[in-house]
């Protein structure tokens, strides 16, 4: 009887040790795919600490490899547009995990050099996403585009803040993992 229970026991720490290596497995960071290289004008550039590189400088995208990403949407009032607009695009959470981000910060910057720091975990949590579309269609240059990141300010009033106000750069035209 005792060998009968000794063995049901193994059995039992054997299915939790299995159970919790599974566990830490689902933990780590899926490896990140090889991304294409863009075939039409590059709108966007990641360099820095990142695992996954499709150019010399980092991981470059046009919109078609951008919206090869999974793509989400959102309605958010904003300051700059006082009526809730749909906001449509990749999460940022999307692309770092596509390039293999590593890092703490994501230093965004515009086409006009407007730069902001941002911590990735913050980013991450909000959901906060880079559009591409305002309304369903291209967001033009001088309309904040071709890319903007944007925080579901509706969603989080947490979010309604000067700081997160300012993260929301336009204009985006690189992003750099530090």
């Known amino acids: 009887m005792n060998g009968l229970k000794n063995g049901r026991w193994q059995l039992r720490v054997q299915s939790v ?22 075939a039409g004008k590059v709108i966007l550039t990641v360099t820095g600490m990142l695992n996954v590189r499709n150019d010399a400088e980092g991981a470059v995208f046009d919109l078609a490899l951008l919206d090869q990403l999974p793509q989400h949407s959102f ?10 607009r ?3 695009g ?9 390039v ?7 230093k965004a910057v515009a086409l006009n050099d407007y730069r902001v720091e941002m911590p990735i975990e913050d980013l991450v ?7 591409s579309q305002l309304d369903g269609k291209p967001i033009a240059v001088r309309d904040k585009g071709p890319l903007l990141i944007i925080y579901p300010f509706d969603d989080k009033p947490e979010l309604r803040t000067a700081v997160h106000y300012s993260r929301a750069i336009w204009q985006l035209r690189g992003l750099e993992l530090r």
């Open 17 to 38: 040790a299995n159970a919790l290596v599974w566990a830490c497995a689902a933990l780590l960071p899926l490896p990140a795919v090889a991304l294409d290289r863009p």
């Open 75 to 84: 309605s958010t009032k904003t300051p700059w547009y006082p009526e809730a």
């Open 86 to 88: 749909k906001f449509s």
């Open 90 to 98: 990749v999460l940022l959470g999307d692309l770092l995990k596509a």
């Open 100 to 106: 293999g981000a590593q890092g703490t910060t994501l």
């Open 125 to 131: 949590r909000h959901g906060a996403m880079i559009a």
